[in-house]
Structure formats: structure tokens, C-alpha cells
């Protein structure tokens, strides 16, 4: 079965200053069985790999210059016959956690340095040990990662609505 493309470039998006994940999202849920999705981006994204991974998706890059990258998802298994539901985030409440060993503010940096940025700090932490990130919108791919590596969480908005406080424990070995 021959696989057909749909074409999604974020890069205006991004030049916005906004974040593509909503709509790379939206078209994976428009796909047809045997479409995959061809995505263009300014910069290589890396945690989405994960994240279509999850769903049934193959993918393949190529960098095509000024720092650009076509990135070809392509369904395998279920997801070649029908989309596969989005998977449902949850946060964990944060009643008796201790304060966060790391806290860094990261709105300033452009995608995907944040949740670089916050991978990082947990790595760098103990088991059991929370760190804190102030971002300038709620993280749509860190959340299901998060989750994935079995990472708890809590989130909210603060300054009202201006910036999104996270807080993640790291999991015991």
C-alpha cells in the first residue's frame, strides 16, 4: 500500500511566536488510512517522535536548508488502518512533595528549548526530587512524555494566564 502525504508546514506558526502542536495534532486526527503526514519546520522536532511514535508513526527527516526540516510521518500497523484516539494527560497532585530542587524560568527561549531545558533538569535530578519550570504556555508534548517515563506532574496558569507553572517529580528507580 503506497502511503500518501498530507503537507503541513509550521514554520509561520513558529515565526509567530505560537505553538504548532495543536495543529500538527489536529491534521494527525484528519488523516485517512494510509495518509501520513508531511511536516515542515524550522527546526528538527525531536519530541514529536516520541509522540507519533506512540500513535503508530515511522518517521524519517531530512534538514532542507536555513535551518529547516521536512519530516515524513508515515503510519505502520494500526495507524496505516485508522487514527488511534488522543491520549488523555493527567497531572498529579502535588500535596505532600517537597520544594522543588531546581526552578528555572524558560519563557523567554523558542520551542523546542523549554522542553529541552526541563528534560534536562530531571535528568540531573535524584529520584524522588521536583523540579519547577516557569514556561510561557502549557507544554503539550513535555505532558504525555512525562507520563511515558513515568515522570508525575502538576500544572497550572499563573500571572493570569501569561505563564504555565510546572512541577515534575522524578520517579523512584
Known amino acids: 500500500?503506497?502511503?500518501t502525504y498530507v503537507d503541513l508546514d509550521v514554520r509561520p506558526i513558529l515565526i509567530a511566536g505560537g505553538e504548532p502542536?495543536?495543529?500538527i495534532m489536529a491534521a494527525v486526527e484528519k488523516l485517512e488510512p494510509g495518509q501520513g503526514l508531511r511536516l515542515i519546520a524550522s527546526f528538527k522536532p525531536v519530541p514529536l517522535f516520541s509522540v507519533l511514535g506512540k500513535r503508530g508513526f515511522d518517521h524519517s527527516e531530512r534538514d532542507i536548508g536555513d535551518g529547516d526540516w521536512e519530516v515524513l510521518f508515515t503510519p505502520t500497523g494500526a495507524a496505516a488502518a485508522a487514527p488511534a484516539p488522543a491520549p488523555a494527560a493527567t497531572a498529579t497532585g502535588t500535596g505532600d512533595w517537597p520544594a522543588p530542587v531546581v526552578s528555572n524560568d524558560?519563557?523567554?527561549?523558542?520551542?523546542?528549548?523549554?522542553m529541552q531545558k526541563v528534560i534536562a533538569?530531571?535528568?540531573?535530578?535524584a529520584p524522588g526530587d521536583v523540579v519547577s519550570a516557569l514556561l510561557c504556555r502549557k507544554p503539550?508534548?513535555?505532558?504525555p512524555e512525562l507520563e511515558a517515563l513515568g515522570h508525575a506532574w502538576h500544572g497550572d496558569f499563573e500571572d493570569g494566564g501569561e505563564s504555565y507553572r510546572i512541577f515534575i517529580r522524578k520517579k523512584a528507580d
Open 140 to 143: 503539550p508534548i513535555l505532558i
Open 121 to 125: 533538569d530531571i535528568e540531573a535530578a
Open 21 to 23: 502542536f495543536g495543529d
Open 106 to 114: 524558560y519563557r523567554d527561549l523558542p520551542p523546542p528549548e523549554p
Open 1 to 3: 500500500m503506497t502511503t
